[in-house]
Nanobody
Framework: QVQLVESGGGLVQAGGSLRLSCAASLRTFSRYTMGWFRQAPGKEREFVAAISWSGGRTNYADSVKGRFTISRDNAKNTVYLQMNSLKPEDTAVYFC????????????????????WGQGTQVTVSS
């Protein structure tokens, strides 16, 4: 059974930092494009960041570009999201997801394309 387990969420003041982790029980983790999405109360889920199999290619939503960094450690089956300069509008439940196709297929921004999802971790940024 595939599991994606996020951790690292919490309450932080505006301007602060958090590092989210997502541990995946995928036998071939290194063959999955990995993504982070978020959903704020009353809003639709939105794309945050994605990373290719090797970690050599990344993509970010405009709202987080320059503040968030996605990375992965294939030896540990883990993907990370380093979040700096957090803003109250970053408050949301953050989900990691695994996409069983190459990053170059271009579907990494589409949540419906992903094969597996974690349960989410709450990030709250106070002003």
């Amino acid at each position: 059974q595939v599991q994606l387990v996020e951790s690292g969420g919490g309450l932080v003041q505006a301007g602060g930092s958090l590092r989210l982790s997502c541990a995946a029980s995928l036998r071939t983790f290194s063959r999955y494009t990995m993504g982070w999405f978020r959903q704020a109360p009353g809003k639709e889920r939105e794309f945050v960041a994605a990373i290719s199999w090797s970690g050599g290619r990344t993509n970010y939503a405009d709202s987080v570009k320059g503040r968030f960094t996605i990375s992965r450690d294939n030896a540990k089956n883990t993907v990370y999201l380093q979040m700096n300069s957090l803003k109250p509008e970053d408050t949301a439940v953050y989900f990691c997801a695994a996409l069983a196709e190459t990053y170059y297929g271009g579907n990494y921004r589409r949540g419906s394309a992903y094969n597996y999802w974690g349960q989410g971790t709450q990030v709250t940024v106070s002003s």
